[in-house]
C-alpha cells in the first residue's frame, strides 16, 4: 500500500524538530542534484553578468567589502 502525500506529511509532522531538519534535507538532496545545482548556478551567472554588462549594477572592489564587515564585526 502507498502512502498519500497527507499521510506522509501527518506521519513527518510527529517527528522531532531534529528529525523533521533531518527529513528536509534527505528529502532536498533527492530532488536537487549536482547537475541541478549547476545548471541554476550557470543561469544565476548569465544573469549577473548581463546585469553587469548592461550597466544595472556595480560592482564593489573586495577590499571595501572586507573593510565593512570588520568594521561591523568590532
Known amino acids: ?3 498519500t502525500y497527507q499521510q506522509v506529511t501527518h ?3 510527529q517527528l522531532s524538530p531534529d528529525e523533521r531538519v533531518d527529513l528536509a534535507e534527505k528529502l532536498w538532496v533527492s530532488v536537487d542534484t549536482p547537475e541541478a545545482i549547476a545548471v ?4 544565476e551567472i548569465a544573469h549577473r553578468v548581463e546585469k553587469l554588462d548592461a550597466g544595472e549594477i556595480e560592482t564593489v572592489p573586495a577590499e571595501q567589502v572586507f ?4 568594521a561591523r564585526l568590532k
Open 67 to 70: 573593510a565593512e564587515l570588520r
Open 1 to 3: 500500500m502507498s502512502l
Open 40 to 43: 541554476a548556478w550557470d543561469e
Open 11 to 13: 506521519a513527518a509532522m
